[in-house]
């Protein structure tokens, strides 16, 4: 499988700010003065220009969006992308994104939009890993002690899913031709329903997904890291 194959990134941003306590959705909640979706968008294009971006938000937001690329205007110019509505569901969300992609012999980075800290080696290391076996999901080991319906599990077994979830086009959209069932809780779980092998890659702590107060002190603090 060669790795000159076209790449695209669906960013999925759904999200209400129910769990965030905030009126705003979280993935317009500002870090260091610019929205956190900016700053998502800006990992992939930093990790290789030639990815083409496809933003999945609802309908009932991206007015809101676009107002913010006005404001923003010299970011919102780095990172050029396709505005797709979202669905009723994460299921469905993903699905219209993937549905605006035609190549089928491409490459696909599904990514949550509220994990603007994923860095370039992984999003790098995802798209080899798709091209040469169908799948790669991220991921990190369990850092604390595991118990299932009461019960200890061995914590070396246990793994922590991220994103981005990352996969050749062709087997993606096999597997979205499917009724969404409740344990469609990712991209895997709908590749893994179809019958393909999910791929586990190396992914970082500090890619976290900011969905509460808490999630938003430690963004600002792994922010500062970075541009210090």
């Not at 669906?10 to 306590?21: D, H, K, L, P």
């Not at 959705?25 to 700053?39: A, R, S, T, V």
């Not at 790098?124 to 604390?144: E, H």
Request: charged share 20%; glycine share 6%.
């Amino acid at each position: 499988m060669s790795l000159s194959l076209k790449k695209f990134a669906i960013i999925v941003a759904g999200g209400s700010g129910s769990r965030m306590q905030s009126d705003l959705p979280k993935q317009f909640i500002e870090l260091n003065g610019l929205p956190i979706l900016f700053h998502t968008l800006l990992r992939f294009k930093e990790a290789d220009p030639t990815i083409e971006l496809i933003l999945v938000l609802p309908q009932a937001h991206q007015a809101y969006w676009k107002s913010l690329c006005q404001t923003h205007e010299s970011v919102a110019s780095q990172v050029p992308h396709c505005l797709v509505s979202g669905g009723a569901s994460r299921f469905q969300s993903c699905k219209n994104g993937l549905d605006t992609i035609t190549d089928e012999s491409s490459l696909v980075a599904i990514h949550d939009g509220v994990r603007p800290f994923v860095s370039s080696s992984v999003i790098n290391n995802s798209y080899i890993t798709a091209a040469q076996n169908g799948t790669a999901v991220v991921s990190v080991p369990s850092k604390d002690s595991v118990r299932v319906n009461g019960l200890a599990v061995d914590r070396s077994t246990v793994r922590l899913i991220q994103t981005p979830q990352t996969f050749q086009v062709g087997l993606l959209k096999k597997a979205f031709q499917t009724e969404e069932l409740p344990t469609f809780t990712d991209d895997a779980s709908v590749a893994e329903a179809a019958g393909f092998e999910i791929h586990l890659i190396e992914g970082t702590y500090e890619n976290i997904k900011i969905t509460t107060p808490e999630d938003l002190l430690l963004a600002h603090i792994l922010l500062k890291k970075k541009t210090s």
